[in-house]
C-alpha cells in the first residue's frame, strides 16, 4: 500500500536552533517527493522538489535530501524562526496514468522565542 | 502570481443540508482537484478533474460528493447531504497537466 509515514509527529525548538524532520515512503513508481509547509488554516506551500536522482536540494533556509535506496527523505532547517512554526508536509507523488500526491501525516513544528 | 482561491474560507451548516464550495483555479490549468483533511488528520484526496469530467475518485467521493465546472472560471464541489463527519477543511488545487499541484487556501467547513 502506498503510504507517507513522517516523524516526530510534533516539535518544539527555540528560535535560532536547527531541526530535521523525517519521512519514510512507500510509494511505487516514484515520480519525486514534496516537502510542503502548511500554516494553521491554510493550504500547503511547496517548499522543495526532489526528483530520483536528487540527493540535496536546498531552498533558504531548508534543505531537503532523498535516499531513494531506503525510500527517507528528511528536511533541515536552519537558524529557526518564529515563523517556521506550521505543519511540514511530505508527499510523494506517483504516477498511474495521473500523477498522484500521496501526503504523509505532518511534523507540527513549533518555534519558541 | 496566479494563485487557486476558495469560497467561502469558513462554512457552517446543519447536518443534512447541501454545501456548495467554490474555487477558481489558475487560469491556464486543465486539472483541477479536490483534497479533504480532517482536522488532526492527514490530507485525503477526494476526486480529479479533467476536461468536463471525473477523471479519477477516491473510495470518500460516494455519491453525496459532486463536482462541476459550471463556467469558464468556477470549480465547484457539491456535498448533498452533510453528516457531521463532513466537517474539515477541504482544498482544491489546480494544475496544467504536470506534476506540480497549486492549493487554494482551503474551505473550512463545520457541520453541527
Known amino acids: 500500500k502506498n503510504q507517507v509515514e513522517q516523524s516526530p509527529q510534533s516539535l518544539i525548538i527555540l528560535e535560532g536552533k536547527n531541526c530535521t524532520l523525517q519521512?519514510?515512503?512507500?510509494?511505487?513508481?516514484?515520480?519525486?517527493l514534496r516537502w510542503y509547509k502548511q500554516d494553521t488554516g491554510r493550504g500547503p506551500v511547496s517548499l522543495t522538489i526532489m526528483t530520483f536522482s536528487e540527493n540535496t536540494k536546498s531552498n533558504g533556509r531548508y534543505t531537503a535530501t532523498l535516499d531513494a535506496d531506503t525510500k527517507q527523505s528528511s528536511l533541515h532547517i536552519t537558524a529557526s524562526q518564529l515563523s517556521d512554526s506550521a505543519s511540514y508536509i511530505c508527499?510523494?507523488?506517483?504516477?498511474?496514468?495521473?500523477?498522484?500526491?500521496?501526503f504523509g501525516t505532518g511534523t507540527r513544528l513549533k518555534v519558541l522565542a | 502570481e496566479p494563485e487557486v482561491t476558495q469560497t467561502p474560507s469558513h462554512q457552517v451548516t446543519q447536518m443534512g443540508q447541501e454545501v456548495i464550495l467554490r474555487c477558481v483555479p489558475i487560469s491556464n490549468h486543465l486539472y483541477f482537484y479536490w483534497y479533504r483533511q480532517i482536522l488532526g488528520q492527514k490530507v485525503e484526496f477526494l476526486v480529479s478533474?479533467?476536461?468536463?469530467?471525473?477523471?479519477?475518485k477516491s473510495e470518500i467521493f460516494d455519491d453525496q460528493f459532486s463536482v462541476e465546472r459550471p463556467d469558464g472560471s468556477n470549480f465547484t464541489l457539491k456535498i448533498r447531504s452533510t453528516k457531521l463527519e463532513d466537517s474539515a477543511m477541504y482544498f482544491c488545487?489546480?494544475?496544467?497537466?504536470?506534476?506540480?499541484?497549486?492549493f487554494g487556501p482551503g474551505t473550512r467547513l463545520l457541520v453541527l
Open positions: 478533474f479533467y476536461n468536463n469530467e471525473i477523471s479519477e
Open positions: 488545487a489546480s494544475s496544467e497537466g504536470g506534476e506540480t499541484q497549486y
Open positions: 519521512c519514510n515512503y512507500t510509494v511505487s513508481p516514484f515520480s519525486n
Open positions: 508527499v510523494v507523488i506517483f504516477t498511474s496514468g495521473t500523477y498522484k500526491y500521496i
